[in-house]
C-alpha cells in the first residue's frame, strides 16, 4: 500500500472540515430563507387584499365617472411608479434565496432589499454572523482547489515533462492555472447570458466581472429581465462558482513566495551595482582632483 504524501494528508484534513462548514452553510441559508420569507413575505397577503379593494374602486370610478379601465389602469401605474421607492419586492423562496446569497458574498445588487424593521433588524444580525461563515467556507474551498492544482502541476511535470524534486514557481503557476479557471467562468457566464438576456458581450463580461469581484453595482442584474426560477438559480450557481474560482486565485497568489524571493534577489543585484558604480565615480573623481593639486 503507497504512503499517502504530505499534500495528500492535508487535502483528506481538508475535506472533513469541508464537509462540516458546507453543512453549516447550508443549513444557515436554509434557515434565512425560511425566516426572511416569514417576516418580509407577510407583505404578499397585504398585496393581494389591495389588489382586491383595487379591483372594486375600478369597478365603481368606472361605472360612476364614465372612465375607462385603461385609463384607470394608467392613473394606478403612475401612482405606483411614484411611490415605487417604498414598496417592498416580491419575497418568493428563489428571490429570498437571491437575497441571501447577494448578502452573504456581500455582492448586494440592491434589487431586493427588506422594507419592514423587523427584515432589516434581521438582516443586521444575520450578515453578522453569516458573512464570516460564507468566507471560511469559500476560502476553504479555494485552498483545496490550490492544493488539487498543485497536485497536478507536479505530476504534469514529473511524468510528462520528466522533471525531478519539487516544481520551482508552483504556486506561480497555479495561479496562472487559477486565473485561466476564473476566466473560463466569466466566458462561459457571459456566453449564457448573452443567448437569456439578449446583452452584448461586453455587458454580459462586465456584469459577471464585477459579481465576482463583489462590487455589484446592479445596474446590469443577470435573470433579472425574465425573472424565471431557472434564471435565478443559475445566477446563483454562476456566482458561487465565480466566487470560488476568484477565491482559489487570490489564494495562490498570496502563496507565490519563489517570485518575491526572486524579485528581492533582483532588487538586492540592483543596488548593489548602483553602489559599485556610485564607488567607481567618487574614486574617479578623487583621482583627478588629486592629479589637479599636485600640478
Given at each position: 500500500?503507497?504512503?499517502?504524501?504530505?499534500?495528500?494528508?492535508?487535502?483528506?484534513?481538508?475535506?472533513?472540515?469541508?464537509?462540516?462548514?458546507?453543512?453549516?452553510?447550508?443549513?444557515?441559508?436554509?434557515?434565512g430563507v425560511?425566516?426572511?420569507?416569514?417576516?418580509?413575505g407577510s407583505d404578499d397577503i397585504v398585496t393581494e387584499k389591495t389588489n382586491a379593494e383595487l379591483e372594486?374602486?375600478?369597478?365603481?370610478?368606472?361605472?360612476?365617472?364614465?372612465?375607462?379601465?385603461?385609463?384607470?389602469?394608467?392613473?394606478?401605474?403612475?401612482?405606483?411608479?411614484?411611490?415605487?421607492?417604498?414598496s417592498g419586492p416580491e419575497w418568493s423562496y428563489t428571490n429570498t434565496l437571491s437575497f441571501i446569497i447577494q448578502l452573504l458574498t456581500t455582492i448586494g445588487y440592491g434589487n431586493i432589499t427588506p422594507v419592514t424593521s423587523g427584515g432589516r433588524i434581521l438582516c443586521i444580525f444575520y450578515a453578522f454572523f453569516g458573512i464570516p461563515i460564507?468566507?471560511?467556507?469559500?476560502?476553504?474551498?479555494?485552498?483545496?482547489?490550490?492544493?488539487?492544482?498543485?497536485?497536478?502541476?507536479?505530476?504534469?511535470e514529473a511524468g510528462c515533462l520528466k522533471r525531478?524534486?519539487?516544481?520551482?514557481?508552483?504556486?506561480?503557476?497555479?495561479?496562472?492555472?487559477?486565473?485561466?479557471?476564473?476566466l473560463t467562468l466569466l466566458f462561459i457566464s457571459t456566453g449564457i447570458h448573452m443567448e437569456i438576456e439578449d446583452w452584448t458581450f461586453l455587458e454580459g463580461f462586465y456584469c459577471y466581472f464585477i459579481t465576482f469581484t463583489t462590487v455589484g453595482f446592479g445596474d446590469l442584474i443577470p435573470g433579472q429581465s425574465r425573472k424565471k426560477t431557472g434564471d435565478v438559480v443559475l445566477r446563483i450557481i454562476l456566482i458561487?462558482?465565480?466566487?470560488?474560482a476568484m477565491s482559489n486565485m487570490l489564494i495562490a497568489i498570496a502563496n507565490c513566495h519563489d517570485a518575491a524571493?526572486?524579485?528581492?534577489?533582483?532588487?538586492?543585484?540592483?543596488?548593489?551595482?548602483?553602489?559599485?558604480?556610485?564607488?567607481?565615480?567618487?574614486?574617479?573623481?578623487?583621482?583627478?582632483?588629486?592629479?589637479?593639486?599636485?600640478?
Open positions: 500500500m503507497r504512503p499517502l504524501n504530505q499534500i495528500e494528508i492535508t487535502m483528506s484534513g481538508k475535506a472533513y472540515k469541508l464537509l462540516f462548514l458546507f453543512l453549516i452553510w447550508f443549513v444557515y441559508i436554509t434557515i425560511f425566516i426572511f420569507k416569514a417576516v418580509e372594486k374602486l375600478k369597478q365603481n370610478i368606472t361605472a360612476n365617472y364614465n372612465m375607462s379601465e385603461s385609463e384607470f389602469d394608467n392613473i394606478v401605474q403612475q401612482i405606483q411608479a411614484a411611490t415605487s421607492s417604498s460564507n468566507i471560511l467556507f469559500l476560502q476553504l474551498i479555494g485552498e483545496i482547489m490550490l492544493n488539487g492544482q498543485q497536485t497536478l502541476v507536479s505530476k504534469f525531478e524534486g519539487a516544481p520551482k514557481f508552483l504556486n506561480e503557476k497555479c495561479t496562472l492555472l487559477g486565473f485561466l479557471i476564473l458561487i462558482l465565480g466566487l470560488v524571493q526572486l524579485f528581492k534577489k533582483l532588487k538586492a543585484c540592483c543596488g548593489k551595482t548602483g553602489s559599485v558604480e556610485i564607488g567607481k565615480q567618487d574614486e574617479d573623481a578623487g583621482m583627478e582632483l588629486n592629479e589637479q593639486a599636485s600640478k
